[in-house]
C-alpha cells in the first residue's frame, strides 16, 4: 500500500465541501470517468469583489483524487480569483503533507479543475491545450503541452516522474519514447541534459532504499487473484463475474462474464479493478479484456 500522510486520510474520510455549490455561478470539469478520474469544481463568487465564497466538488476517483479536490476547495474560500489561478499543483500536494508520487496527477487535476472554473465564470472558453496532431498518450488523452508544463514546474527529469504527474505512458507504454523526445527538447531548453537512468524526482534518495523489491511475476499474479476474489462477491451480486486469464509484464488479462460480458459499463468495471489492483498492490497494473491478447500473437506472427 502507499503511504498516505495523515492529512490525505483525513481529508478522505471527512472530506469538505462535498457535493454541488447551492447557486453556483462558476463550473469547471475536466478528466473522464473512462480512464478512472474525473472531478467537477463549483465556485460561488462574489460579483463585485471576485472573492470566492464557496467552492464545492463532485469527483469520481480514488482516495488521492478526493483528498486533492477537498483540500483544494479550503485553499480557495476567500481568495480572489485572481489570487486562486496562482494555486499550483504542488500548493495542493503540499497542503496535504505530500501525495505518494503515483498520485501526483490528482493534484493536477484540481488544478485545472480551477483554472476551468475561474474560465467559465469569466465567460472565456477554457482549453485543456490539446492540439490536433499533439497527442502524446492516446490512453490517457494527455499532450505534448501539458507534458512540458508539468517538466517545466516540477522539475520533472524521467518517464516514470511523467507518468506520475501526468498519467502519460501509464497505459501500454507505447509513448514512453515521445515523452523521453519531449524530456530531451525541455531538459535542453534549460541547459541541462537528459539522463534515460537519472534518478526520478519522486524518489528522493534518503528514500531510496525503503523502496520495495519489486515482485516477482508469480507473487504479481497471485496478488492479483486475491485482489479479483475479493470484488468477485460485489459482480456476481450483479449478475457479472471476472477471471484472470493471463498476466504479462504489468497488464493482467481478464474476461469478463455473465452479465459484465458486452455491458456497456464494462470499461468502467475495468477501471474500476485496475484502480483497486494498483491501491492494494503500490504499483502499476493494467487491466485488459482478454480478447486483447490476440493482437499480441498477431504482432508476434509479424515479426
Known amino acids: 500500500m502507499w503511504d498516505y500522510s495523515d492529512k490525505v486520510k483525513e481529508h478522505f474520510f471527512n472530506p469538505k465541501n462535498a457535493g454541488a455549490v447551492v447557486d453556483a455561478n462558476a463550473t469547471g470539469e475536466v478528466g473522464s470517468i473512462s ?6 469544481l463549483t465556485l460561488k463568487v462574489d460579483d463585485e469583489s471576485e472573492i470566492i465564497l464557496e467552492a464545492g466538488f463532485q469527483t469520481f476517483g480514488c482516495g488521492s483524487a478526493i483528498a486533492s479536490s477537498s483540500v483544494l476547495t479550503e485553499i480557495i474560500k476567500g481568495m480572489t480569483l485572481d489570487e486562486a489561478l496562482k494555486v499550483t499543483n504542488q500548493d495542493i500536494a503540499d497542503h496535504l503533507e505530500g501525495l505518494p508520487p503515483e498520485k ?4 493536477v487535476m484540481g ?3 480551477l483554472q476551468a472554473a475561474i474560465a467559465n465564470y469569466r465567460g472565456e ?3 485543456d491545450d490539446h492540439e490536433e496532431g499533439a497527442l502524446i498518450c492516446k490512453c490517457f488523452a494527455i499532450d505534448a503541452v501539458m507534458i512540458e508544463e508539468m517538466i517545466w514546474a516540477n522539475k520533472l527529469r524521467t518517464v516514470e516522474d511523467v507518468t506520475n504527474f501526468t498519467k502519460a505512458g501509464g497505459g501500454c507504454a507505447a509513448c514512453h519514447e515521445d515523452i523521453e523526445a519531449i524530456l530531451e527538447k525541455v531538459l535542453t531548453e534549460k541547459g541541462e ?9 519522486s524518489k528522493p534518495a534518503e528514500k531510496v ?3 520495495k523489491a519489486p515482485l516477482t511475476n508469480l507473487q504479481r499474479i497471485k496478488k492479483i487473484e486475491q485482489v479479483l476474489e475479493s470484488l468477485r462477491p460485489a459482480l456476481m451480486a450483479d449478475g457479472g463475474d471476472v477471471e484472470l ?3 504479462i509484464g504489468n497488464t493482467a488479462y481478464v474476461n469478463m462474464t455473465g452479465a459484465c460480458n458486452g455491458c456497456q459499463m464494462a470499461a468502467m468495471t475495468i477501471a474500476g479493478i485496475q484502480q483497486r489492483l494498483m491501491e492494494v498492490m503500490g504499483e502499476f497494473i493494467k487491466v485488459v479484456p482478454a480478447a486483447e491478447m490476440s493482437k499480441l500473437v498477431n504482432i508476434g506472427a509479424m515479426s
Open 209 to 211: 532504499a525503503a523502496v
Open 35 to 40: 480512464c478512472g478520474d474525473a472531478l467537477r
Open 125 to 127: 472558453e477554457w482549453k
Open 111 to 113: 488544478r485545472e479543475a
Open 193 to 201: 541534459k537528459f539522463d534515460p537512468s537519472a534518478e526520478s524526482v
Open 245 to 247: 486469464v493471463e498476466v
Open 104 to 107: 501526483m496527477h490528482c493534484s
